[in-house]
């Protein structure tokens, strides 16, 4: 219906909206709340929250759409199997994130079982291959064709510098670099102590500069900045 030029929405509507934008406020463990009490809307918008995040995540670390997208609809299905037992005073980003990243871990397995082992490890350094999102090393601008050229290459051998990480390595760095969790959160979501979380960052953010120097790639100081920001390195 419209008035004076100004279309006005039923109070159905409004009252809908308003509910939905509460819904979508709500925290995580909220939601699961509301749903274990009967609201699948609850769920849906967890869903709505997290399956581009973990779709992304699955995709970096197994390179291939589809089996992304069968890890993110697998994971929420794990979810929702034991949603009697999810603990909700822990906070339910890491679990989430734990359960489709061990996912990852079985799909990868069953194309490279030599190569997968347990995420968990930190004494099997040689295990798994994936890939992050480099753009973060690249400026945001839009730079002459020659440049371009210059920075789609980097891409390339940084992702190939990722890909050659140790699996937990490489987990750690999309945890922190790609996904934003705090230290807290990636010890959460690997079931790792937060001491090792930082040590492994800082020997993944070692092999990568060390492996980018070698292939005489330099990281430009951006991506520098990035990795060494947290140490106070300059």
């Known amino acids: 219906m419209w008035a004076g030029g100004v279309k006005l929405f039923p109070r159905s509507f409004v009252i809908y909206k308003e509910t939905a934008d509460h819904v979508m406020s709500l925290t995580d463990e909220a939601l699961l709340n509301q749903y274990k009490a009967g ?12 399956s581009a995040p973990i779709h992304n995540l699955a995709f970096r670390f197994l390179r291939d759409p589809m089996e992304a997208e069968n890890v993110t609809q697998e994971t929420f299905l794990r ?5 009697d037992r999810i603990h909700l005073d822990s ?10 990243l061990n996912l990852c871990r079985d799909f990868a397995r069953k194309k490279h079982p030599v190569l997968f082992t347990d995420l968990n490890s930190a004494t099997r350094p ?3 291959a994936g890939t992050a999102d480099a753009s973060e090393a690249i400026a945001d601008e839009s730079p ?7 920075q789609e290459e980097l891409c ?4 190939a510098a990722i890909d050659a990480l140790p699996l937990v390595y490489k987990a750690v760095i999309t945890l922190r670099f790609t996904e934003e969790f705090s230290y807290e959160e990636i010890a959460q979501t690997l079931d790792l102590p937060l001491n090792t979380v930082r040590t492994h960052l800082r020997r993944a953010k070692q092999q990568l500069r060390l492996r980018l120097e070698k292939e005489s790639t330099p990281l430009p100081s951006q991506g520098y900045a990035r990795l060494n920001a947290e140490r106070g390195v300059r």
């Open 126 to 128: 040689d295990d798994g």
């Open 79 to 83: 979810v929702v199997s034991v949603i």
């Open 156 to 159: 390339v051998h940084l992702n």
């Open 39 to 50: 609201d699948e809307r609850a769920f849906r918008t967890l869903i709505e929250r997290y």
């Open 91 to 100: 906070p339910f980003k890491p679990y989430l994130f734990r359960v489709a």
């Open 144 to 150: 002459p064709p020659w440049e371009r050229l210059e």
